[in-house]
Each structure stands twice: as C-alpha cells, then as structure tokens.
T-cell receptor, first 113, second 115 residues
Framework: AQKITQTQPGMFVQEKEAVTLDCTYDTSDQSYGLFWYKQPSSGEMIFLIYQGSYDEQNATEGRYSLNFQKARKSANLVISASQLGDSAMYFCAMREAQNQFYFGTGTSLTVIP | EAQVTQNPRYLITVTGKKLTVTCSQNMNHEYMSWYRQDPGLGLRQIYYSMNVEVTDKGDVPEGYKVSRKEKRNFPLILESPSPNQTSLYFC??????????????FGPGTRLTVL
C-alpha cells in the first residue's frame, strides 16, 4: 500500500482564491510527522509546514494551513489567497517513527491571473 | 549562510563507471538523507543517517552506498551505475531542537544521466 497518496495530479486556482491540496497517509506508527513541500519550476525543495501526530491543533504558517484529520488519515494543505508565485509542484510527506520519510507523487498547482 | 551543498550539480556518465555525489551541510545537523526524484513517482528515500557512523536503508537502497564518517558530510556512492539510476538526486539534512528539528533542508539537486 502507498504510504502517501496525492490523488490530484494537477489543480487550477484563480488568483486570490483559496485552494485545498489533498493528501492521505498510511501508517501503523503512533508517532509520526506530516509535511508539505513546494517545488517551483527552478527545482529546489521548500519546506512549507509540519504537523505532528500528537498535535491537537492544525498547523498554520502564514497563508498555509494543514487540515489534519487523524481518524481519516488525511493531511490536506490549504493555501489561502493564492498568488501567482504559488504555481509549483506540491509534495505531501510523512516521517515515520524510525525517521524514514515517504513522499507522495505530487500535485501541480497553477494559479490563474 | 545555512545550506546543504551537493556536487556535482550535473553529471553524465556511462554504465559501470563508479561515481560519488558529495553532500555537505554547515548546520551541525545530526540527520542526513538522500532521495531520488523521478517523474510521476515523487521523491523516494535511498538512505538516511541519524548521526556519524549510523546509516539506514530507505525505500530504494539497491545499487547505492553511503557513508557518514563526519557529521557534515554524507556522500552517495554508485559503485556500478546503470541507466535506471538516471534521476534527480537530493541530499537533505535536519537537526536542531523544537520546531526547527522537523524542518528538512534540501540541497539544490544533482541531475545524473547514466548512458
């Protein structure tokens, strides 16, 4: 079974609108971490946000928030007020208890002016 | 400037010719890791290291070797490269405490082509 599943290969959003990128995960560990990374066309990997499995509140970092639903094993990324510079590939990732990381296949986000 | 550096950034080689991709970080991080990125597959972890002399296999370790003799360096070795190892390779590190512990810093990537 896939450890991280991102079911949206591509998404479009109008500038200034909010967008949700989906991510589901699969683990039997009690302690784990969930991450989102952004990869612009230039290729670098940029850390966006982190959610620990024991964190009761959803993580937020500026315009990014992580909608963590533990029972559903989902960790969706919400980007509010989209900007043209948000156009990029977005990867969901999970760190299991032994510090092994798993990444999803990514979602390509295009922000339309 | 805090950073992870990789060399070379681009490499074209032939099947069977041993190569090493270097990775170095200046943040005194304990954890270092190698990933490969292939179209449609996302990033897959090759090897990781929790500290000096401690390395563990990731999801796709076959055909690769690593060593961690110093905290700052974590080279990736391909003893006998094959065309299916053509990929974009990323090195990453993380450390510190509190929230900073969870942020993984990535190098700029090494694009490897094996002919």
């Amino acid at each position: 079974a896939q450890k991280i599943t991102q079911t949206q290969p591509g998404m479009f959003v109008q500038e200034k609108e909010a967008v949700t990128l989906d991510c589901t995960y699969d683990t039997s560990d009690q302690s784990y971490g969930l991450f989102w990374y952004k990869q612009p066309s230039s290729g670098e990997m940029i850390f966006l946000i982190y959610q620990g499995s024991y964190d009761e509140q959803n993580a937020t970092e500026g315009r990014y928030s992580l909608n963590f639903q533990k029972a559903r094993k989902s960790a969706n990324l919400v980007i509010s007020a989209s900007q043209l510079g948000d156009s990029a590939m977005y990867f969901c990732a999970m760190r299991e208890a032994q510090n092994q990381f798993y990444f999803g296949t990514g979602t390509s986000l295009t922000v339309i002016p | 400037e805090a950073q992870v550096t990789q060399n070379p950034r681009y490499l074209i080689t032939v099947t069977g010719k041993k190569l090493t991709v270097t990775c170095s970080q200046n943040m005194n991080h304990e954890y270092m890791s190698w990933y490969r990125q292939d179209p449609g597959l996302g990033l897959r972890q090759i090897y990781y290291s929790m500290n000096v002399e401690v390395t563990d296999k990731g999801d796709v370790p076959e055909g690769y070797k690593v060593s961690r003799k110093e905290k700052r360096n974590f080279p990736l070795i391909l003893e006998s490269p094959s065309p299916n190892q053509t990929s974009l390779y990323f090195c990453a590190s993380k450390g510190g405490s509190g929230r900073a512990y969870n942020e993984q810093f990535f190098g700029p990537g090494t694009r490897l082509t094996v002919l």
